[in-house]
C-alpha cells in the first residue's frame, strides 16, 4: 500500500523557521516526484511545488519561490517543506502528493498525504 | 500562469440526481488536467485523470470529459458520500493552477 505519512501539527510565531516532512512508504520513493499543495483555513487548494527524488530538481509556484524551500532526503524516503521566516498569512494545511505517471504519459496526483496544519500566531 | 475557472462555485443537488462541473482553462492544456474530491479532514482524493481516465477504485458514476480548454466532471446519480467539493488541476505547464473549487451540498 503507498503511503505518504506527514510530520504533524506545528504551531509557531511569526519569524520561527520550520521544516514539516512527508515520508513515503510501499513504493519505489525515487520514481515518483513530490508535490506540495497548501489549503488555506476555509479555502481551495493551491499548488505550491514539485520536486523530482531521483535529482532534487525542483520546480516552484511564483507565489510561493523565495518563501518556502522543498528538498528530499532519498535515504529516508523523505520529503521536506520549509520556511526560514514564516508568517501569520502562512497559518494552513499543507499536503505532500505523490505524482503518478503513466507508460502513455497520463497522470496524476494519486497519493496524498494527511496534512499538516501549520499555525502562527503570535 | 494558466487560469483555471470552474463553474459553478456551489450546487445543491437531491441524492440520484446528474451532476455536472466544468472547469476552462485560459489556454490550450491539451488533456492534461485532473479531478480531486476534497473532504473536511480528508486528504484530496484523486478522481480523475489526464481528463478523463478513471482513477482506479473510484465508482464509475464519476466520469470525465475535455480536451483544450473545456473540461467537465459528471457524477452521474449522486450518492450521499458525493457530497463534497471538487476541484480541477492543470498540470500542463508550470506552475499547476487548481480551479476555485464547487461545493456540493444537499437540497
Known amino acids: 500500500e503507498v503511503l505518504l505519512e506527514q510530520s504533524g501539527a506545528e504551531v509557531k510565531e511569526p519569524g520561527e523557521s520550520l521544516k514539516i516532512s512527508c515520508q513515503g512508504s510501499?513504493?519505489?520513493?525515487?520514481?515518483?516526484?513530490i508535490a506540495w499543495v497548501r489549503q488555506m483555513p476555509g479555502k481551495g487548494l493551491e499548488w505550491m511545488a514539485i520536486i523530482n527524488p531521483r535529482d532534487s530538481i525542483t520546480r516552484y509556484s511564483p507565489s510561493f519561490e523565495g518563501h518556502v524551500t522543498i528538498s528530499v532526503d532519498e535515504s529516508i524516503n523523505t520529503a521536506y517543506l520549509q520556511w526560514v521566516s514564516l508568517r501569520a498569512s502562512d497559518t494552513a494545511m499543507y499536503f505532500c502528493a505523490r505524482l503518478w505517471v503513466s507508460a502513455t504519459g497520463t497522470s496524476g496526483l494519486d497519493s496524498w498525504g494527511q496534512g499538516t496544519l501549520v499555525t502562527v500566531s503570535s | 500562469a494558466i487560469q483555471m475557472t470552474q463553474s459553478p462555485s456551489s450546487l445543491s443537488a437531491s441524492v440520484g440526481d446528474k451532476v455536472t462541473i466544468t472547469c476552462r482553462a485560459s489556454q490550450d492544456i491539451r488533456n492534461d488536467l485532473g479531478w480531486y474530491q476534497l473532504k473536511p479532514g480528508r486528504a484530496p482524493r484523486l478522481l480523475i485523470y489526464s481528463a478523463s481516465n478513471l482513477q482506479s477504485g473510484v465508482p464509475s458514476r464519476f466520469s470525465g470529459s475535455g480536451s483544450g480548454t473545456d473540461f467537465t466532471l459528471t457524477i452521474s446519480s449522486l450518492q450521499p458520500e458525493d457530497f463534497a467539493t471538487y476541484t480541477c488541476l492543470q498540470d500542463y505547464d508550470y506552475p499547476w493552477t487548481f480551479g476555485q473549487g464547487t461545493k456540493v451540498e444537499i437540497k
Open positions: 510501499g513504493y519505489t520513493f525515487r520514481n515518483y516526484w
